[in-house]
């Protein structure tokens, strides 16, 4: 099968391997129907991401129909359409049984697929632990709309869900990627008094604004000034930096109100420096972390009922074969490029 390959820092190839096979009784293989890149595959690439395996298949945001499972799932079965969860959690451990499945205490626990072990940038996947890590995709919901459920829009749901968002609240998104506007989604379900997205992309801030005409736009260079201007108690009640870079976490707790919360949702490629004697006398409260990727079946009926729609952020599809130049697009940001899809080369355009 084709499947695309991390080889050393800086270089992915496509390769044929052979098919995955059920390896322990809670797996399952899935034949992905459609994939997506994320961004978290070029820190990869890029060398940014130091527990990535060489030699493993990339990719862990995908859809696709259960082909095998092993003699102890119970929750999927042969012929079922599912999301595939970018955490691996066994479910039982003290981590998961609190909801914090990004710490899954099992040896292929957190960010596995695409990481450390196969992921999905194939025509196959094995995904262990297969009833945590699988959801069944409702009949009314199309493999187009589930395709970032398992990834950016768990991410964006988590990070509003331990923001604290109130309804009088300005809530500070920094950030108008695929994960900055899934995060946006996830926020309006809380109907905060004003939305505000920082963007340095025109494009992406005009995407906003087109989509989302009720949410205030600003970029980096008036953004303090203009969230001034626009809340109630001197800054942000909420932050959520989604963006990664040192200038947006300066920018995040700098446009934060005192004893704000600033939900740092981006991955880095370096340490950030937290300057504590400027921040004395916020008391700001931070929460940072992986996705805790467990809330699937909840934004599954979300989109079922009409109140989530990932849609638009897919403005590119590519076969397989051709998922090089997939990659060349989104890294460089090209003809608006905003979110690819990878689809199976017999797939109907």
């Known amino acids: 099968m084709l499947a695309y390959t991390y080889i050393r820092q800086g270089t992915f190839q496509l ?6 096979v059920l390896i322990h009784p809670r797996d399952a293989i899935v034949r992905v129907t459609l994939g997506s890149i994320c961004t978290s595959d070029l820190h990869i690439k890029h060398g940014s991401v130091p527990r990535a395996v060489p030699g493993i298949t990339v990719g862990h945001e995908m859809v696709g129909i259960v082909e095998q499972v092993g003699e102890s799932v119970s929750n999927v079965k042969p012929g079922d359409r599912v999301t595939v969860n970018v955490e691996t959690f066994c479910g039982s451990c003290f981590f998961c049984q609190n909801g914090w499945v990004n710490n899954c205490t099992d040896p292929d626990g957190g960010w596995a697929l695409g990481c450390r072990i196969d992921g999905g940038q194939a025509e196959y996947v094995r995904v262990p ?15 187009l709309q589930a395709l970032l459920v398992g990834d950016v829009l768990a991410t964006g749901y988590w990070a509003a869900k331990i923001s604290e968002i109130k309804e009088t609240d300005t809530v500070l998104i920094l950030g108008a990627g695929p994960t900055g506007i899934c995060t946006l989604q996830c926020v309006q379900l809380y109907n905060p008094r004003r ?10 801030l005009q995407f906003v604004r087109d989509h989302y ?6 970029q980096p260079d008036q953004a303090e000034a203009f969230v001034m201007e626009n809340s109630d108690h001197g800054g942000a009640d909420v932050v ?19 004893n704000a919360v600033v939900t740092v949702v981006a991955l880095y490629d370096g340490p950030q420096t937290l300057p504590l004697p400027d921040m004395y006398g916020k008391n700001l409260t931070f929460k940072t972390g992986g996705v805790d990727g467990c809330n699937c079946d909840e934004t599954l009926a979300l989109i079922a009922a009409g109140k989530l729609d990932t849609t638009p952020l897919i403005t590119h599809t590519y076969p397989l074969s051709r998922i090089e130049e997939a990659y060349d ?21």
Request: aromatic share 6%.
């Open 15 to 20: 390769l044929d391997k052979p098919k995955p």
């Open 129 to 143: 632990y297969a009833d945590q890590g699988l959801n069944k995709i409702p009949d009314t919901v199309t493999d």
């Open 195 to 204: 939305i505000i997205v920082c963007d340095i992309d025109p494009y992406r």
């Open 213 to 218: 005409p009720e949410v205030l736009t600003v």
């Open 240 to 258: 959520l930096e989604v963006a990664g870079s040192p200038d947006t976490f300066r920018m995040a707790w700098q446009c934060a109100r005192p």
């Open 329 to 349: 697009l989104f890294e460089h940001r090209r003809d608006g490029v905003i979110k690819v899809a990878i689809r199976p080369d017999d797939a109907e355009e």
